[in-house]
T-cell receptor, first 115, second 111 residues
Framework: DTAVSQTPKYLVTQMGNDKSIKCEQN?????MYWYKQDSKKFLKIMFS???????INETVPNRFSPKSPDKAHLNLHINSLELGDSAVYFC??????????????FGDGTRLSIL | EDKVVQSPLSLVVHEGDTVTLNCSYE??????LLWYKQEKKAPTFLFML????IEKKSGRLSSILDKKELSSILNITATQTGDSAIYLC???????????FGKGITLSVRP
């Protein structure tokens, strides 16, 4: 069973469209994260949620809106997609952001390509 | 702003060589330093280091943290082609366990 799973794996769409990426973890973790990895492989935090509560909100355009219906799911909705949004988006989870020293476990990523 | 710098950015070695990958960090409220290996998909967790001078080991891989120098190294001995990957270092900061990643080191191991 995949611990952190994301869908879809690939997403090709046109500029201006709205799209969503879903993430689910079956590890029983309380905290989930979204990262963006650009073409140079630089991985940068976007958001984190702990038990459905927003914890980290980095400087991300407000076209990006995370939603956590429960602690096992964290979805990412992107409005009015732009060329610069092309990247691989990774979801991750950890046991509890407040507990010291818990590693984050990553999903396989969603490769988003904007035409 | 938190910063993690890795060096070298890329490395090509032959099977059997030993490599040392470097990571330096400037992270507020530092909690730990993590190493990940990324092949084609998800970064996979290798080590978490919290205490200075204590080596963590897993097979041919080992890592150590130097809190005085704000740095860490990842050593791989007797490299194999399967070690070819991007190695990511990340600093864990503050109460929210925010990870700041370096740009990664691309390691290529030639047969």
């Amino acid at each position: 069973d995949t611990a952190v799973s994301q869908t879809p794996k690939y997403l090709v769409t046109q500029m201006g469209n709205d799209k969503s990426i879903k993430c689910e973890q079956n590890l029983g973790h309380d905290t989930m994260y979204w990262y963006k990895q650009d073409s140079k492989k630089f991985l940068k935090i976007m958001f984190s949620y702990n038990n459905k509560e927003l914890i980290i909100n980095e400087t991300v355009p407000n076209r990006f809106s995370p939603k956590s219906p429960d602690k096992a799911h964290l979805n990412l909705h992107i409005n009015s997609l732009e060329l610069g949004d092309s990247a691989v988006y990774f979801c991750a989870s950890s046991q509890d952001h407040g507990r010291p020293n818990q590693p984050q476990h990553f999903g396989d990523g969603t490769r988003l390509s904007i035409l | 702003e938190d910063k993690v710098v890795q060096s070298p950015l890329s490395l090509v070695v032959h099977e059997g060589d030993t490599v040392t990958l470097n990571c330096s960090y400037e992270v507020t409220n530092f909690r730990s330093l993590l190493w990940y290996k990324q092949e084609k998909k998800a970064p996979t967790f290798l080590f978490m280091l919290t205490s200075s001078g204590i080596e963590k080991k897993s097979g041919r891989l080992s890592s150590i943290l130097d809190k005085k120098e704000l740095s860490s190294i990842l050593n791989i001995t007797a490299t194999q082609t399967g070690d070819s990957a991007i190695y990511l270092c990340a600093g864990n900061s503050g109460a929210n366990s925010k990870l700041t990643f370096g740009k990664g080191i691309t390691l290529s191991v030639r047969p």
